[in-house]
């Protein structure tokens, strides 16, 4: 992957170049940011510029052997760690990224993605369900550290591409500390991640970040135009993709995101629930959200966030500043009256304080307990 293949992220582009050309290669670094901004793509395109030998113009040549192998995945120095897991796996079976069936999935999913994909796209095609999680395992530390012990096979450089670091379980994470501590001469570790805060402090401290933005609407707007005609329309769904591309996508209907349909319907439940003071459904619902895994949780609570957040803006009479779409969009219009200034900053910090505990490995089923009865105090017409 060249740069030239990356969406907008000129800056970075042109900071990560530099760092090449002056020689000033960082061991380890964090590259920061959602997923639909570029992270991984930016992250691959780097290595491929690092291994290229006929760089020129601010990018690789595409042409060389390096890049022709970096490009299917397949380069010897350049590799690269994902969080994994499968159903009915055995007690006491450990599985790691480095397995035939994920290494392949992985390239199948790089290739027709372009790399602009979410942990959700990912655990899906590994089949998790609702329930199971993929992580990043201690096993998979030894691994790394086992792959970058052998000399480089073709470059100047062994790189590493961690994706989604905080997946790691904490044997894992301070494993990789270790290895951050003490680097290999020339090995490069490029650690890709989207909740950065959920890092140990000592990993990020070891790290140089690379804090990539969203993109901007100009950025997403020629892509919007190739799926709508019309140009005012085309505006509008680049407006509320807010910088991502996965969202634009998801906007312009290119992509059937079930997860976000679900969190969607929760909410509605949620607040339906809330305000027909149905105590017993709702706890029925804090259940089914509890059998959920910590990052589904995770992801529905901030869906939540985000809606409310919208809600309150059409309350306040701010349509043009609102980012919603279709069924998204018709409820919250319905649903405005209930949400202005007296219980948004109440509803918002339960959100937050759910999301802290879950963080913190909370028990899920007394942690959404007391959320949905919490925000149903609050869920009333107001004046």
């Not at 030239?4 to 530099?18: C, F, N, P, S």
């Not at 192998?69 to 499968?86: C, G, S």
């Not at 890092?199 to 707007?221: A, F, G, H, N």
Request: proline share 3%.
């Amino acid at each position: 992957m060249r740069f030239a293949d990356i969406i907008g992220q000129k800056q970075i582009k042109e900071y990560l170049v530099r760092s090449v050309e002056s020689g000033r290669i960082s061991h380890a670094q964090l590259f920061t940011g959602a997923c639909g901004a570029g992270t991984l793509p930016l992250a691959v395109a780097y290595a491929q510029y690092i291994h290229c030998r006929n760089r020129k113009d601010g990018d690789s040549c595409g042409e060389c052997p390096s890049c022709r192998q970096i490009e299917q995945l397949a380069h010897p120095d350049l590799h690269f760690v994902f969080p994994v897991n499968k159903q009915g796996k055995k007690s006491g079976e450990v599985v790691i990224s480095t397995a035939r069936e994920f290494v392949e999935l992985w390239r199948d999913m790089f290739a027709k993605t372009g790399g602009y994909f979410s942990p959700r796209q990912w655990f899906d095609t590994l089949n998790l369900g609702k329930t199971l999680k993929g992580v990043i395992s201690a096993k998979e530390s030894e691994e790394i550290i086992r792959r970058l012990g052998f000399k480089s096979f073709e470059s100047d450089y062994k790189t590493m591409i961690i994706w989604l670091p905080e997946t790691m379980n904490e044997e894992a994470a301070n494993r990789i500390l270790k290895i951050l501590e003490e680097p290999w001469d020339k090995t490069v570790f490029l650690l890709v991640s989207e909740r950065a805060d959920l890092l140990l402090k000592t990993i990020i401290s070891r790290t140089q970040e690379v804090s990539v933005p969203r993109l901007t609407m100009e950025d997403l707007l020629p892509i919007a135009l190739q799926s709508q005609a019309d140009n005012l329309k085309a505006q509008n769904i680049a407006r509320l993709a807010c910088g991502d591309l996965l969202e634009l996508k998801r906007l312009l209907g290119e992509s059937d995101d079930e997860i976000s349909k679900e969190n969607f319907e929760a909410f509605c439940s949620l607040m339906r629930l809330s305000y027909n003071d149905k105590h017993l459904e709702l706890m029925n619902l804090a259940d089914e959200v509890a059998q959920l895994s910590r990052e589904r949780q995770r992801g529905m609570l901030s869906d939540f966030s985000r809606l409310l957040r919208e809600a309150y803006m059409l309350h306040a009479g701010a349509n043009e500043a609102s980012y919603l779409w279709g069924e998204e969009a018709e409820f919250c219009k319905k649903f405005a009256p209930f949400i202005g200034s007296e219980n948004i900053e109440p509803i918002l910090s339960q959100i937050e304080s759910a999301m802290r505990q879950i963080n913190q490995n909370g028990n899920p089923r007394i942690v959404f307990t007391h959320f949905v009865l919490a925000v149903s105090k609050f869920i009333k017409r107001l004046k």
